[in-house]
Structure formats: structure tokens, C-alpha cells
């Protein structure tokens, strides 16, 4: 699949943004679906991650509680919703993908296919 990545823009401390991920193809039904980030200067980051049905999430520890990830296999998009952001919330987001049925992965590595990014810069 390819994928667009989009949502991104400026926000206050405590705002909140949605983030979207249209792919193209057949397939992205059968895809594991993440989002990643990074911030300048640092290492890729884990997000969340949902599997092909939707029924399976998992999240980085910084955003548990604040980032709801989710998928609509209808419309080929993988969503991101942030609430409550921090400045250190302030990166590049990347969704990605992976041909995969089972438990989505947490890793890097474990995706083949990226979007562009969106940046998302939070103001203290």
C-alpha cells in the first residue's frame, strides 16, 4: 500500500488534533496499521498500533490514555486522535504498514510501508 499522511499543524499545550492516513489498494484490510514520530534529533518513536481488524491496540506509554487510534477498512484510513498535547509531543508522524494478521507489531522494523509524514508542533 501507499500511504498519505495528513492533520498535522499547530497547536496550543492541551489541544487536541486528529490525524489521518489514507492508503491506497486492496489490501489495507489485511495490513497492520501504526503510527510513529519523530522529534528533531531523535530516534523514531512507537505511537500505536492497530491490527487489520481494528480490535487490536496498542500504545507507547506517553500516550496511553491521551492517543486513540483507530481504522475505518472501508474508507482505507487509519486515524490518530490526540488529546491533552504536550510540548513533547512535537514531532514528524508517520503512519506505516504491514502486510500482517496478527498481533500489530511495536517496532520499526516491523513495517514496510511509510507515509510522507505531518508535522504537529505543540506551543507551550
Known amino acids: 500500500v501507499q500511504l498519505q499522511a495528513s492533520g498535522g499543524g499547530l497547536v496550543q499545550t492541551g489541544d487536541s488534533l486528529g490525524l489521518s492516513c489514507a492508503a491506497s489498494?486492496?489490501?489495507?484490510?489485511?495490513?497492520?496499521m501504526a503510527w510513529f514520530r519523530q522529534a528533531p534529533g531523535k530516534e523514531r518513536e512507537f505511537v500505536a498500533a492497530i491490527d487489520w481488524s481494528g480490535s487490536n491496540t496498542n500504545y507507547g506509554d506517553s500516550m496511553k490514555g491521551r492517543f486513540t487510534i483507530s481504522r475505518d477498512n472501508a474508507k482505507n484510513t487509519l486515524y490518530l486522535q490526540m488529546n491533552s498535547l504536550k510540548p513533547e509531543d512535537t514531532a514528524v508522524y508517520y503512519c506505516?504498514?504491514?502486510?500482517?494478521?496478527?498481533?500489530?507489531?511495536?517496532?520499526?522494523?516491523?513495517?514496510?510501508?511509510w507515509g510522507q509524514g505531518t508535522l504537529v508542533t505543540v506551543s507551550s
Open positions: 506505516a504498514a504491514e502486510f500482517y494478521l496478527g498481533k500489530p507489531d511495536t517496532q520499526v522494523s516491523g513495517y514496510s510501508s
Open positions: 489498494g486492496r489490501t489495507f484490510n489485511r495490513h497492520a
